[in-house]
C-alpha cells in the first residue's frame, strides 16, 4: 500500500479539475470586522460559477499567521487537495496564503499545489481580471 504522500500517491490521486475550494483568510478591519471575510467568499463563489467550477468546501483561517502550514484551515485544503477532492483552490489575493512580508512561504505553498496538478485562482477582480491564475 502507497503512502499517503509518496510520489506513487500524488501520481494516483488525480484532482477533478472543476471541483474547487475556496480558502478565506482576511485581515479583520475594527470597523467592519467581517467585511473582508464575507467579500473574499462572494467573490470566490461568483468567480467560480464564472469558470464552470464548482465549490467542494469553503474553509477559513483568521489572519495573522504567516506561515500557511501552521494554519488549522490550510492544513485542511492540504488535506483535499491530497485526496484528490480539490483541482482548483480559490484565494482573494495572493497574501491570503502568506502575507506580503513572507513570499518565501507563499511560492512554497504554490509550488506545492502544482506539485500536485492543482491551479491556484485568484478572485478579486484586478487579478481576476487578468487570468486570475498562477502558472
Do not use: F
Request: hydrophobic residues 35%; charged residues 25%.
Amino acid at each position: 500500500m502507497t503512502e499517503p504522500g509518496t510520489p506513487q500517491a500524488r501520481l494516483t490521486t488525480r484532482p477533478d479539475p472543476a471541483a474547487a475550494v475556496l480558502y478565506v483568510c482576511a485581515e479583520r478591519s475594527l470597523m467592519t470586522p467581517g467585511l473582508a471575510a464575507e467579500r473574499a467568499e462572494e467573490e470566490g463563489k461568483s468567480l467560480a460559477e464564472a469558470c464552470g467550477l464548482t465549490i467542494t468546501e469553503v474553509v477559513t483561517d483568521p489572519y495573522g499567521e504567516p506561515d500557511p502550514c501552521n494554519r488549522e484551515g490550510w492544513a485542511r485544503v492540504r488535506t483535499l487537495v491530497e485526496s484528490g477532492a480539490a483541482g482548483v483552490v480559490i484565494v482573494r489575493w495572493p497574501s491570503s496564503i502568506a502575507p506580503d512580508h513572507s513570499p518565501d512561504l507563499r511560492h512554497r505553498e504554490i509550488g506545492w499545489l502544482q506539485e500536485r496538478g492543482v491551479r491556484l485562482r485568484y478572485s478579486w477582480a484586478p487579478l481576476a481580471s487578468t487570468g486570475g491564475e498562477t502558472k
